[in-house]
């Protein structure tokens, strides 16, 4: 007997509730709405982008590659997954004060799992995990490992005077320069928030 294959949207409920979260638990820990985790649930697929789904897969526990996610298929066997820059000068990591602290928030493209993915901004390559070399998980969006809360992009430089200051002309400066870039140039972009 061949049972039916599950969709994606049966699955996460059901984790989700195994694990006694209600939708706006769950919204809360991707930083996104309860209506729209309630969308997703239902069937609305397009409700979530799909780096909010591979988040809500990390939360949850879920294996995000055994997903039936309508993944890009870009060959046979490839397996996708979220990749960041590690430079903090690189301006795909916007920079953000919290609690006095000076974090980027990585843009993360969605790239093979085993290629060299070159940073389109920078030509450093690019990372697919957690740099916490203990933890190693794999990113979802935010500026911490959702797993051991290490910053994903670590901070070489710290720059003197008034950090908010700097963090605000940094952010200018980098909306300035995606105003200027090709699209094409980044390839995948997944999450474009810019903003906390
Ligand atoms: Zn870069
Ligand atoms: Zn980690």
């Known amino acids: 007997m061949s049972e039916e294959p599950r969709a994606v949207h049966e699955i996460v409920r059901e984790a989700r509730r195994a694990k006694r979260m209600t939708q706006s ?35 949850l526990g879920l294996d995000a590659e055994a997903l039936p996610l309508e993944a890009r298929r870009i ?45 389109g901004e920078c030509d450093e390559i690019l990372e697919s995990s957690c740099p916490n070399p203990d933890c190693g998980a794999r990113l979802a969006p935010g500026s911490f490992c959702r797993v051991c809360g290490t910053p994903l992009v670590t901070v070489t430089h710290t720059p003197s005077g008034n950090l908010q200051a700097w963090a605000d002309a ?9 105003a200027m870039t090709r699209p094409e140039r980044y390839g995948f972009i997944l999450n474009e928030e810019t903003e906390t």
Do not use: H, W
């Open 25 to 59: 638990d769950l919204a809360r820990a991707v930083q996104c709405t309860q209506s729209a985790v309630s969308m997703f649930e239902s069937g609305r697929r397009d409700a979530l982008a799909r780096p909010t789904v591979l988040a809500i897969a990390q939360v």
């Open 170 to 178: 940094r952010r200018a400066r980098i909306r300035e320069l995606r």
């Open 75 to 119: 060959g046979p066997g490839v397996a996708l997954v979220l990749k960041r820059c590690p430079l903090d000068s690189c301006p795909r990591n916007v920079p953000q004060v919290i609690e006095g602290r000076l974090v980027y928030r990585p843009t993360l493209v969605e790239a093979p799992l085993d290629d060299q993915t070159i940073c």
